[in-house]
């Protein structure tokens, strides 16, 4: 079965560079989610989309912005990378907002130098 | 703002020892999840509890929902290695997103 699609899985930047994920759902689902995975930490949820309208929003920095194109898959751009911003980000989509599972994506790790 | 908190952060056991963790919410729950994230990977769905007091089994895995829909807790039986992993409790918020507890590293020494 196709599973949740992130690219690339592993990223290195610097300081003040840029960053963009990639997050293909699974097909039919119409809910992206993204989260922030530090070291030993839960996922924390950034900001979420439904059927290409954000839906939620957490604790994503205003130097984060993401959204979710007609093919349904979402980008996450980071920019001014702060040494912080080091961490696991994990897409995850449902079939229904609010109410059905998640299926997370293996993720993508940054790394910030 | 809604919380989800879990206890314990972390617990070692020796194979073939029992396992508990525990899960609450500051809020009612409309349904918990719980997942499982193995060292070096993402989360992956075990199951969702949804009506009051509901207990699930997944083999050797007990999920319970308490009768208030506030608290959760996943009981594993005769532990073994492959067990070995973050269990995190999840609840969604009115807004849909999923909310997780801090999670429970489960140590299994053969």
């Known amino acids: 079965a196709a599973g949740v699609i992130q690219s690339p899985r592993h990223l290195i930047k610097e300081k003040r560079e840029t960053a963009t994920l990639k997050c293909y759902p699974i097909?039919?689902?119409?809910?992206v989610y993204w989260y922030q995975q530090g070291p030993g930490q839960d996922p924390q949820f950034l900001i979420s989309f439904y059927e290409k309208m954000q839906s939620d929003k957490g604790s994503i920095p205003d130097r984060f912005s993401a959204q979710q194109f007609s093919d349904y898959h979402s980008e996450l751009n980071m920019s001014s990378l702060e040494l912080g911003d080091s961490a696991l980000y994990f897409c995850?989509?449902?079939?229904?907002?609010?109410?059905?599972?998640?299926?997370f994506g293996a993720g993508s790790r940054l790394t910030v130098l | 703002g809604q919380q989800v908190m879990q206890i314990p952060q972390y617990q070692h056991v020796q194979e073939g020892e029992d396992f508990t963790t525990y899960c609450n919410s500051s809020?009612?729950?409309?349904?918990i999840q719980w997942y499982k994230q193995r060292p070096g990977g993402h989360p992956v769905f075990l199951i969702q509890l949804v009506k009051s007091g509901e207990v699930k089994k997944q083999k050797r895995l007990t999920f319970q929902f308490g009768e208030a829909k506030k608290n959760s807790s996943l009981h594993i039986t005769a532990t073994q290695t492959t067990d070995v992993g973050t269990y995190f409790c999840a609840g969604p918020s009115n807004t849909g997103k999923l909310i997780f507890g801090q999670g429970t590293t489960l140590q299994v020494k053969p």
């Open positions: 097909p039919r689902h119409d809910t």
């Open positions: 809020t009612t729950l409309s349904n």
């Open positions: 995850a989509s449902s079939a229904r907002l609010g109410a059905n599972v998640l299926t």
